[in-house]
């Protein structure tokens, strides 16, 4: 039996130790610390299933501000599965870095690529578990700055850094949210530790104002993490100029963790009304905006920027439900169909682009790719026997039970809309002739292993989510 | 024996993609599949209540989800309807020019979805069976179709996905409305929790009117009906022949199993609506219809029409009118079938289906004029064909009714209405048979070839099945009108 916190320390070491093998080892192929960093994550995402149950009479420290139930070693592995996937990602991306990177070796700055991403999966994990705003706050800025390098890391290409400058100021300008709301509610409630601040909230004849204040101020914080509209001006752009696997990741990993924490957070302020009308009002933003702006889109990777837009509005519509059953599921669904959307368009970009046109034809390139992508489109349409529909099928219950049922009809017909999107990307991939220059795409048996895998798990939990929900409890 | 009928399509979807011989492999599970219907629907019976050969899995014991297969005499003789139509559809596939064996997979997986919705005791894999479709259309039609097939494949898809998700979450009020400590998707539950009268009659009224839209979408109801004929038109012939032939049951067939037993209040509340669209259907339609100049437009449209008789034997409530609605549903699927059957033939050997252009075909190609004409004898009603049979139920049901108004009432009003429409498809379709196949060719004449005789065999088979039917109608009814008898009152 395993204490929980060790699962973050041991991803920390394995990080370091991969950075001074990097550092002194200057004539191994780089690509080898991504499969030992792969190899890392599954040995700790195994030991993830033999950590020990916190017991409620520890007193340490430790455990008024971090937390070892269900829920978080859920999310835990999430994190862990997504990174793996992101390092399978990178893998296949390398040889794009190699001519981002300035450097003296054909390989500079590969080392650090396959590194980062471990110290930004310990932050989602430390994220996971965090149940005081100090810990939310630190945690949430080692994954934020991580993720500063990692977008704009191939700085020869303007696009990326452009994403990156526009990721740094909007992102330090959430930070700042963050840091006021905190200091808010601590003014307020005297208390940092989200258990506490319910007990104080239950008080009666408490002034809820200023906290109330101090907590929209974090939903926006959060908001910008989670892409919610209005917050989401910096998503299209980062998305689209970020390296292929950093915007999977970010699209994943990031939002996985905005969403834990933000089940945490409002935990003590449901019982105010005013937050709930809040949160509906942003579901609804953000499902009409996310699913009409994608519409129009021609860029593969800016669409499925948008479709992320409009997937953090269902998740939305899950949390005002109060279904935390709906939104780790959703999540889950997410990660599959988004890391295997990545996967694909990381393989049919290299070195061409990543426009719809790129796309068109791509049945006859490459039949399994095409299938895989179809895979992923009707899960992300919300095509029944995948996972993607069975989130959706959550989603709806959980707002027909609470009697969201404005919600419910905006829903409807954001999912029409989205079914025109993403079978716009079948189109491409089944009806039109490829360009007669393009030739056979060549899958590594390990990125062909990872999409096999994704497809499997999309249909499996299609059909038989119960794993998710032994794995909840 | 019935996971065989559901899985044999699918299973061979999936081999075909694998790289099987695919007209070999579509033909032989096509065959088999008909063969356990057949045995299935003869096999029957008829006295034992509720449902047989109930074959369980559970899935999910948070959600109370299980993956239950069952049938009655409804839902067999609709897997009846899917496996005769998918035989011939494959049978008529002709030569295809690329990716012959993604085509075969499309069609075996339509009416694998079908079948599985109708022998599906639990809504969710009813629902999720029925979506399996969704994409083998988009592609049939955006790939292998004709005229303005892009845009048609983006119509129906986008009408049908949204259908659905309005049909879902009506599913889900559904589901809702029951006490929680009954709380299922399983059929069985659902009708056991409304015969107690759990249901509440307002809530009824609201989740009727969600699944008649949904459904309604799937089935063409004015005013969501744009779809179809489009579609229809672009639609290579098996496509074409499946989808209006067995798919679109399905919303007919999820009326008639979930809107009308377990929500009788809703049903009553909405039935002056209903039968103001139905008779939209029927007469505007209809005289849409009329106005066609193409013979694939006028047949996808004659479709739409027609579904509005079987929308009157479902609004009628009561087992006269359900049960010809049922062998409607049937006969309108075999008669569509053969119909599309023979333009798509005909497609493939004039340079226009417009009216204007085509003329005398009969005398080259006598076969294919023969079967034409079998299947506007039956889509007009002929007596002899089983949608006689069926009609005069539906009418004669309309009139009787099962809401016990008196005096002369609407229903009467639609009954007298709807039999206007027999003379309106009567007008169309003979005289699309008459511009079509006799009177003079046109100019320049085009030389063509008669079908294969080896068609003879799916026709004979469609129209044998259809006269069948419309002989001994008593074979349908005594296994369909077992399903009712616990909802509905016979009509004097």
Known sequence: MIPAPYLEVAVIILGTIILLVESFASQLDRRVLGYAALFGLAVIFIATFFVAPQSSTASAPLWTFYSADALSLFFKRIALA????????????????????????????????????????????????????????????????????????????????????????????????????????FGATGETNLQKITTVFSRPGLEHNAALFGGVLVIVALGFKIAAVPFHIWVADVYQGAPTPVTAYLSVGSKAAGFIVLLRVLEPFLILPQMRTLLVAIAVLTLIYGNLAALP??????????????????????VVSFSGRAVAFYLVAYLLMTLLSFAVLVLVSQGEGDQLENFAGLSQRSPFLAFAMLVAMASLAGVPFTAGFLGKFLVFDAAVSAQHFGLVVVAVITVGAGFYYYFKVVRAIYWDAPPSSADKIIISPLTRFAIIAMIAGTFLLGVYPQPIFDALQ | MLLLVTFAPIVAAVLIMLGLPARTTALAASALTLLTSVLLFFGFDSIAPGFQLVFTIPISTELRLNFALGVDGLSLLMIL?????????????????????????????????????????????????????LIPTFLLIGIWGTGNRRAAAWKVTIYLALGSVILLVGLIMLYRAVPSSARSLDLRVLQAAASAGQIAPAMQSSIYLVLLIGFGTLISLVPFHTWAPEAYASAPAPAAMLHAGVLKKFGLYGLLRLALPLLPDGARHWSGLLLVLLLANIIYIGLVTIAQRRLDWMLGYSSVM???????????????????????????????????????????????????????????????????????????????????????????????????????????????????????????????????????????????????????????????????????????????????????????
């Open chain 1, 297 to 318: 889109q021609t860029n593969v990777k800016r669409l499925l920027a948008y479709s992320s837009i409009a997937h953090a509005g269902y998740l939305l519509v899950a």
């Open chain 2, 81 to 133: 309807l899917g496996a005769i139509v998918l035989l011939a559809a494959v049978w008529f596939t002709g030569e295809i020019e690329h990716h012959e064996n993604a085509f075969y997979a499309c069609l075996l997986l339509i009416a694998g979805g079908a079948i599985g919705a109708f022998a599906s005791l639990n809504l969710f894999f009813f629902y999720a069976f029925h979506e399996l479709a």
């Open chain 1, 82 to 185: 997504t990174t793996a996937g992101v390092l399978v990602m990178m893998l296949d991306f390398a040889p794009s870095v190699s001519i981002g990177v300035q450097g003296a070796t054909p390989q500079a700055g590969l080392g650090e690529f396959f590194t980062i991403p471990l110290f930004t999966c310990a932050g989602l994990m430390w994220m996971a578990s965090a149940i005081d705003f100090v810990l939310i706050f630190v945690s949430l800025e080692l994954v934020t700055i991580s993720f500063y390098v990692l977008v704009g890391f191939t700085r020869r290409n303007p696009a990326s850094l452009e994403a990156a400058v526009k990721y740094l100021v909007l992102s330090a300008l959430a930070t700042g949210f963050l840091v006021y709301g905190i200091t808010w509610i």
């Open chain 2, 306 to 492: 027609h579904m509005g008789y079987i929308f009157l034997g479902i609004a009628s409530a009561n087992i006269l009118g359900t049960t010809g609605a049922a062998i409607l549903m049937f006969a309108h699927g075999l008669s569509i079938a053969l119909l599309f059957a023979i333009t798509g033939e005909i497609r493939k050997r004039v340079p226009s289906l417009d009216f204007d252009a085509m003329g005398g075909l009969a005398k080259q190609m006598p076969l294919a004029a023969f079967a034409f004409g079998l299947g506007v004898f039956a889509a007009i009603g002929l007596p002899g064909f089983s949608n006689f049979a069926a009609e005069i139920m539906v009418v004669f049901g309309a009139f009787r009714n099962g809401f016990n108004y008196q005096h002369f009432h609407i229903f009467q009003w639609a009954a007298f209405l709807a039999l206007w429409g027999v003379v309106i498809s009567a007008v169309y379709m003979l005289r699309a048979y008459r511009r079509a196949f006799f009177g003079s060719s046109p100019e320049p004449e085009v030389v063509v070839a008669d079908i294969r005789s080896g068609f003879r065999f799916p026709i004979a088979l469609l129209v044998a099945a259809s006269i069948l039917f419309g002989f001994f109608p008593q074979i349908a009814v005594q296994r369909i009108a077992p399903a009712f008898r616990n909802y509905l009152t016979a009509s004097q």
